[in-house]
């Protein structure tokens, strides 16, 4: 039965290798092939469990004669071809809320990054609804093979770009969840990158199997939330930089699209509501957020055949451009800056423990603080805890009891800690939330 397998799985990577070489890697084509190579595998083990197969392998091996497993022997795999090998940091654009201007963000982004001097690739992740080729409109959109198989990226103003769209030239993708994730895994490690700075990811929105697919098969350094100043954006962001937290990918920067409008004669609309930056950078530690208004040439930007407004020229730049220019090119610094302390090395981060007599501690190099476990619990930010929008506190202090104690203490990233109550609650602290919280107690 072992022999029989074998004999089934050689025949499996000769069909697969043909289906391979017969079709486009991102064509439908190869889905069919893979598929027709399962079919044949399957074909094979039945064919193979049949008694008279069976008796044909052991009439083999008695008389001493080897077995007959097939012409092709198995070759050693060749060496996996990685194209993010060349890329230093690779930077998640998410929201997990659609509609809120996260891929005109994400095109903006790259072209300060690469204005500034950087090298930069961008990744549409989004197969069922791909932006990059409405954003972006590069000279030559055909996807070609390198010499060593691998995709090579289009070129626009010189940041390279790779998105499904341009291989389904405007048709629906209808594919299941394990395919898109195979199909994302593909463009990401078989796209021919080259030496770069910086690869932002465009992620798609919500929390799917794209999320999951990035977060596991690829390196991120750092993520960039984009959202709108609205209580349903608000709740959808929190969810989003929780499921980065579980990944170990921490949230460098904040943005808030939309936020503003200035009309014709001088006043400031706030159209979604006030910003909501500071809840969300109290709440999760993000060091640095940043606001974009509401302008008609950001609109004009993101149709066909326009130009990200941070490509265009000074001398193209309107009063109201350049500001939005100027809030692009403070963002990819501050990215970079933040990304580069991602890497501090684990003894380097605060550490949190908990004793029932001395309460909450939390110690970075010579600096030490504590804090009641009570005072610790009602601090916390969640929703559960705080509205969203009025920032009211939702718990009342008499219902937590003066004995509740810390049952477990869970690092999130580079920039909080997880921490489990014996009350079944759930809390996430920053480490400059903590510090706050310690210095507040001591004041007192």
Request: net charge negative; with cysteine; aromatic share 6%.
């Amino acid at each position: 039965q072992i022999l029989a397998s074998m004999q089934a799985l050689a025949a499996c990577r000769r069909a697969s290798r043909a289906a391979w070489r017969c079709a486009h890697p991102l064509s439908a084509d190869y889905v069919c092939g893979a598929r027709m190579a399962l079919v044949l595998f399957q074909s094979q083990c039945t064919a193979a469990s049949s008694k008279s197969r069976l008796e044909q392998l052991r009439e083999q091996l008695r008389e001493g004669g080897p077995a007959d497993l097939g012409s092709e022997r198995q070759r050693p795999a060749p060496e996996k071809f990685s194209g993010l090998a060349g890329v230093k940091h690779v930077i998640a654009v998410t929201s997990c809320k659609g509609g809120v201007g996260k891929s005109t963000v994400a095109v903006n982004l790259a072209a300060a990054l690469k204005t500034a001097g950087h090298s930069v690739g961008l990744l549409d992740a989004d197969v069922y609804g791909p932006s990059l080729p409405a954003l972006v409109s590069p000279a030559d959109t055909r996807l070609l093979k390198t010499d060593t198989g691998a995709i090579r990226p289009l070129d626009y103003e010189g940041i390279k770009c790779m998105s499904y769209g341009w291989s389904r030239h405007g048709k629906a993708a209808v594919l299941r969840g394990p395919l898109v994730s195979g199909l994302i895994t593909q463009l990401a490690t078989n796209t021919d990158w080259g030496d770069l700075d910086v690869l932002l990811i465009d992620m798609p929105p919500g929390t799917g199997d794209i999320h999951i697919t990035v977060g596991q098969n690829v390196q991120l350094s750092s993520a960039v939330v984009v959202t709108t100043p609205q209580r349903l954006s608000l709740i959808d962001v929190a969810k989003g930089i929780e499921v980065l937290s579980t990944f170990g990918v921490p949230t460098v920067s904040l943005v808030e699209n939309m936020l503003y409008f200035n009309c014709e004669h001088g006043t400031r609309y706030e159209i979604f509501g006030p910003s909501i930056a500071d809840h969300l950078t109290s709440q999760y530690g993000i060091p640095s957020a940043f606001g974009l208004p509401i302008e008609p040439e950001v609109a004009a930007s993101a149709t066909a055949g326009g130009m990200p407004l941070a490509l265009l020229p000074p001398e193209r730049q309107t009063p109201a451009t350049r500001r939005v220019v100027q809030v692009f090119d403070d963002l990819a610094k501050a990215v970079l800056e933040e990304t580069a302390r991602v890497g501090v090395a684990a003894d380097d981060l605060p550490v949190a423990s908990f004793d029932p007599m001395a309460g909450f501690a939390l110690r970075e190099g010579d600096r030490m603080g504590t804090i009641a476990a009570k005072a610790l619990r009602l601090e916390c930010l969640c929703a559960e805890c705080v509205d969203e929008v009025t920032r009211a506190v939702l718990v009342n202090p008499d219902q937590v009891s003066p004995t509740i104690e810390v049952v477990g203490i869970a690092p999130r990233g580079n920039y909080a800690v997880e921490v489990r109550w014996s009350d079944g609650h759930a809390s996430l602290y920053s480490y400059r939330l903590l510090w706050d919280c310690i210095s507040a107690q001591r004041d007192q």
